[in-house]
């Protein structure tokens, strides 16, 4: 990013704008346009510091996905709360969409935002385990738009406590 230091004040209110119409609207009626009218920030201005809105929203919902802190618990409560983050806005597509439309950096970010999940898992199971339990949970939630119900989840994980 070139060019003069973003305002973090203008930044926090572009990235809050972006965060509340994708959960007015849904992602794919946002527009820049949209967002620098609710944030009160220039369109251009939102141009020099993202390249399109799916880096926008990106930006404004990667805090929310990832754990608050270090997920804690057993393998159960780690991949309840994965599940919650994961649909927190709704139609869960929104991270596919976001992720998928940015290339290698949305790759990159999804697996940034999928690693402190993976830890929590890997403390509680294997790594082959853990990771496989972080794509049942994606795959159905992010990608099939399927609810991923407590009773999914403890078969899941009991089906592996058997072998």
């Not at 930044?11 to 959960?23: C, D, F, K, N, V």
């Not at 967002?35 to 929203?57: C, F, Q």
């Amino acid at each position: 990013m070139a060019g003069r230091k973003r305002d973090p004040e203008a930044q926090r209110a572009a990235l809050a704008a972006a965060e509340e119409l994708l959960i007015e609207i849904g992602y794919h009626r946002v527009t820049m346009e949209k967002i620098a009218e609710r944030s009160g920030v220039a369109k251009m201005t939102l141009y020099r510091w993202w390249p399109n809105k799916a880096a926008v929203v990106t930006d404004a919902v990667r805090g929310k996905l990832a754990p608050a802190q270090e997920p804690m618990g057993d393998a159960l409560t780690v991949l309840a709360q994965l599940t919650a983050a994961l649909t927190r806005y709704g139609d869960a597509s929104v991270v596919a969409a976001a992720m998928s439309s940015r290339g290698e950096a949305g790759r990159a970010d999804l697996r940034d935002i999928l690693h402190p999940w993976e830890q929590a898992l890997t403390a509680v199971t294997d790594t082959v385990t853990a990771q496989s339990w972080l794509g049942y949970v994606v795959y159905r939630v992010v990608f099939l738009l399927e609810e991923v119900t407590e009773a999914d989840l403890r078969t899941l994980v009991e089906r592996r406590s058997a072998d």
